[in-house]
């Protein structure tokens, strides 16, 4: 198949999204420190919470208070704290506290020197009072200092030592507010360093917590020009081969989590060591993008992509073309020809073929046979027991017609007669008790309306040239389809029926091609969903499959679309 690189889009309709993922500089972080009268949430409690919040390197607020713990503090507690009995004596339970400081949380990054300490304490305090803990991002400081401090500087990831490596102008002394805000400092220094590795999106400290090779690490920079846009992405190797092709609604965020996020499949690991380069084709829509990335897939074959990577190994249920046919399994689809398919998988298409052969009397003997039988053929027990129409011989020849063409309306028109026959077959054998042989006729069945139904489907959308739009996030998603493949698409905020006019002139201009399956099915089910309006049609399967009642009602209803479409924006274009 001759495959453009991109589909056709309309010049000036391209709506740029804003980037998906949070900078780290307007990321609101809340450090917190807890002190403790002990090591384990189960037999110690709580008596100091302080928390700073900040966004951008600016404080934005602290939480500070004491908190009676109910039970004494250990003298070796009160020795490294400084907090004593006395002091927490007036101070309220942490039942109390709790509100106050999920409220000052919100929805901010949570961070702590040793997280998993102060978030145990804290999540086992809302479990033991009803409070819900929030979702919220954990991010643990001494993780951090492992990926940006060496051995040499920092030979321990203690918060006194980090504090002396970043240069903290608050000095940690095992107060919960003043060790807060000491990692505040701590934390900002770091971020500093692993921006460099690009560590600068909310979603790259993920990262952090299983880190990429510092050899792919090193590759990071393919990203920075990369938009921030839907579309498609190609990672090339060094001979500017094609080592794998992906699609995402932001390009430059799916290409860097790449290098960010601890990939741990093997394949695209190697993948990321070979690549050089990447490049990315924009696109207007989601299903272009999607389209896209299939038809690159099936016409360069990346070594990397499994998915969509054989369009040809699909399985369909057709007839041979011998003069007696039979049923077979093959591996493509030539123009509009009766067939079953695309079958899901090739068992699905040998228990259809089972199924109807079983139903119908089709030979199964591979042998080819000639157009007119051998006065002396004889034909097997198939015959016999009625399994088979047994075109090898003289008489029944003449008779094997009907047969093929009861098979070809089953598969192109309606199974009805097949299911129906298979049904009767089931219930027999049911009542023989014959259970396991009523399950594969039963599972025949399955797989041949399955079978029917996605060929019919298909077929009909390649008889039709459409332009269909659909409300997506505040703009018109509009889609242009021909004869099964996507003619151009659009996402525009004004200018609806323009833009549609524009993609209904294409159709002309489109190369003709044959539609791959999945491309095919991709239009197919982003036609179906709700809420999409047909704005032009063209073909010959309206009337044929509605009725000429049911085509009429659609007329109209289409007409109501139009003026709805055009009342929505502020008159027709609008």
Not at 319 to 335: F, W
Not at 542 to 562: E, F, Q, T
Request: glycine content about 8%.
């Amino acid at each position: 198949m001759t495959t453009p690189d991109l589909v056709p889009l309309l010049a000036g309709t391209q709506r740029s999204l804003e980037q998906i993922g949070e900078p780290l500089s307007a990321t609101t972080f809340v450090v917190v420190d807890l002190e403790t009268t002990g090591g384990s949430p189960q037999s110690s409690a709580i008596t100091e919470i302080g928390a700073v919040k900040t966004c951008g390197g600016e404080v934005l607020g602290e939480f500070q208070t004491l908190v009676d713990p109910g039970m004494p503090i250990p003298p070796m507690i009160v020795a490294l704290t400084g907090i004593t009995d006395m002091m927490v004596t007036a101070a309220p339970r942490i039942e109390q506290v709790l509100p106050a400081f999920l409220e000052f949380l919100g929805d901010a990054v949570l961070v702590a020197h040793n997280a998993r300490f102060d978030v145990g304490f804290l999540k086992a305090a809302c479990r033991e009072h009803g409070y819900p803990w929030p979702r919220v991002e954990v991010v643990d400081t001494v993780t951090l200092a492992r990926r940006s401090t060496t051995k040499e500087e920092a030979p321990n990831k203690k918060l006194a030592t980090l504090a002396r490596v970043f240069g903290t102008q608050v000095t940690p002394n095992h107060r919960a507010l003043e060790d807060a805000r000491a990692t505040s400092e701590v934390l900002h220094g770091m971020l500093e360093r692993l921006a460099r590795f690009g560590i600068t999106h909310r979603e790259d400290l993920d990262a952090l917590r299983n880190p990429m090779p510092e050899a792919i690490r090193r590759k990071a920079p393919m990203a920075e020009t990369v938009p921030a846009k839907p579309g498609v992405y190609i990672f090339r190797g060094p001979r500017g081969e094609r080592l794998y092709v992906g699609t995402s609604k932001n390009l430059r965020a799916r290409v860097k989590s790449y290098f960010t996020r601890g990939e741990q499949r093997r394949g695209v690991r190697d993948m990321l060591a070979l690549a050089t380069s990447v490049d990315t084709h924009v696109c207007a829509t989601e299903v272009e993008a999607n389209v896209v990335e299939v038809r690159l897939i099936a016409e360069h074959r990346p070594r990397y992509n499994r998915r969509s990577a054989r369009p040809e190994r699909t399985p369909w249920v057709k007839l041979t073309a011998e003069p007696y046919p039979r049923l077979a399994v093959g591996r493509a689809l030539q123009g509009d020809e009766a067939a079953l398919g695309p079958m899901r998988s090739a068992s699905d298409a040998r228990r259809a073929v089972e199924a109807m052969q079983h139903a119908l009397g089709l030979r199964t003997c591979t042998t080819r046979l000639p157009i007119t039988p051998r006065s002396d053929a004889r034909a097997c027990l198939l015959k016999d027991i009625g399994a088979c129409s047994a075109p090898c011989v003289r008489g029944a020849s003449a008779e094997y017609a009907p047969t093929v063409e009861a098979a070809r309306a089953a598969m192109a028109l309606d199974p009805s007669p097949v299911v129906d026959a298979l049904a009767t077959q089931i219930a027999e054998h049911a009542e023989r008790l014959d259970y396991e042989r009523a399950a594969e006729l039963r599972d025949g069945i399955s797989s041949l309306v399955e079978g029917g139904m996605r060929a019919q489907r298909l077929a009909a959308l390649r008889r039709v040239s459409i332009v269909a739009a659909r409300a997506e996030a505040g703009a018109w998603d509009l889609v242009s389809v021909s004869g099964g493949l996507l003619a151009g698409s659009a996402r525009i905020t004004a200018g609806v029926w323009e833009a549609a006019d524009r993609l209904r002139d294409a159709w002309s201009s489109l190369d003709v091609a044959v539609p791959l399956i999945e491309e095919q099915e991709m239009l197919a089910r982003w036609l179906e969903r709700p809420g999409t309006r047909l704005l032009h049609i063209e073909g010959d399967w309206a009337l044929p499959l509605m009725g000429a009642g049911r085509h009429a009602a659609w007329v109209d209803a289409r007409r109501d679309d139009r003026a709805r479409l055009s009342d929505s924006r502020g008159g027709r274009g609008h």
